[in-house]
């Protein structure tokens, strides 16, 4: 079981990254998309982009410890599926800040 729990955490956070990537991109290329003279709706939508990502970042890395936790009563293989899903998305994390630092610091 604990080789499903390492593919499935490392998996989660794979796809979390993109996921974030791509709403990243979506609020990169928004302010040419939207009418900036109505300020209450596009607080509107980027409040309701938050949820949404909040929820669908949840389900992605603590969906699958959650069930192993409730109905396999399985508490190490949730702990480690989550880690590795943080673990993965932290390391995503200081290679985006390496790269943006490496580019971006001569200037």
Same mark, same amino acid.
């Given at each position: 079981m604990q080789k499903k729990s390492i593919k499935?955490? %490392?998996l989660t956070g794979f796809l979390e990254v993109i996921y974030i990537t791509l709403v990243a991109l979506f609020l990169w290329g928004g302010s040419s998309w939207f009418n900036k003279s109505n300020n209450v709706l596009i607080s509107i939508i980027m409040l %309701?982009?938050?949820v949404i990502s909040m929820a669908v970042s949840g389900f992605l890395v603590f969906g699958y410890p959650v069930y192993l936790f409730l109905k396999k009563k399985d508490f190490k293989e949730a702990a480690l599926t989550s880690a590795l899903s943080v673990l993965v998305i932290v390391i995503s994390l200081i290679l985006f800040l390496s790269i943006y630092f490496l580019?971006?610091?001569s200037c």
């Open positions: 499935v955490g %490392l %309701l982009i938050f580019n971006y610091s």
